[in-house]
């Protein structure tokens, strides 16, 4: 949530009133002196202060989801099943994001929140945010392909994608198993990297996203709230933006 938005809710007084405030500089957030309204907070993972008094405000929700293959990441789709089916009842807010999207046919891990900013922020490009596949492959992967990602491979015909990391787990004339990890979500990217290598990706799960890992013990489609741990990798992504380049 917006901070400034925080502070209506807590009867701030007038947006000019709010202005205010953050013009005094007695708006803290982890005594950190804040002055734009606009950055995206959370009070339940944050001390959010103006001057001695402490903010509280709506709890943000985030689950990670083993997303199985065959659902499509969308509140809502007409003629396929979607992630948020696998929620149960009280689990579905009206106002749910996934941070970074898969699509249907992939699997792994779904990051699932109400922090509808948060959301917006890490699909931004700047902040780098890094996503582990595994993935298997029609066709051999060697050497060659290993420079190749970490070169930048061209896709679309002319977008040059950033510096990837491509680790080979299995290598055949047939089939090859790899991880590969790269900083950036273009559509069907990772697909698309493999085609223009001339391989084609037969089966595509997500194992890592910011930092958080797929948790081993989730069957697919099933979902759990964010750990402590995994709540404070969360937690860096709120609150001041640090400018792009640094």
Known sequence: MRIDRLLQVNDFGSK????????RKIVTVDQRVITDGSINVDPGLQIIKVGNHLITGPQEYYWMMNKPAGYVTANKDITKPVVFDLLQAQDRHPD????????????GLLILTTNGPLSRRLLQPHQHVAKTYAVEVNGFLG????????QGIVIDQSYQCQPAQL????????????????????????????????????????????????????????????????????????????????
């Open 167 to 246: 680790q080979i787990i299995q290598a055949g004339s047939s089939a090859s198993r790899a991880q590969v990890t790269l900083h950036e979500g273009k559509f069907h990217q990772v697909k698309k990297m493999f085609l223009s290598l001339g391989v084609k990706v037969t089966q595509l799960k997500r194992l890592s996203f910011a930092g958080i890992d797929l948790d081993p013990d989730l069957a697919p489609g099933q979902y759990r709230v964010l750990k402590a741990d995994e709540l404070a990798l969360i937690k860096a992504f709120l609150g001041p933006q640090k400018p792009v380049g640094k």
């Open 143 to 150: 050497y060659d392909q290993v420079q190749a990602f970490a």
């Open 16 to 23: 000019s009133d709010r202005k205010h405030l953050f013009q």
């Open 96 to 107: 749910l994001y996934s941070l970074g999207r898969l699509d249907r046919f992939t699997e």
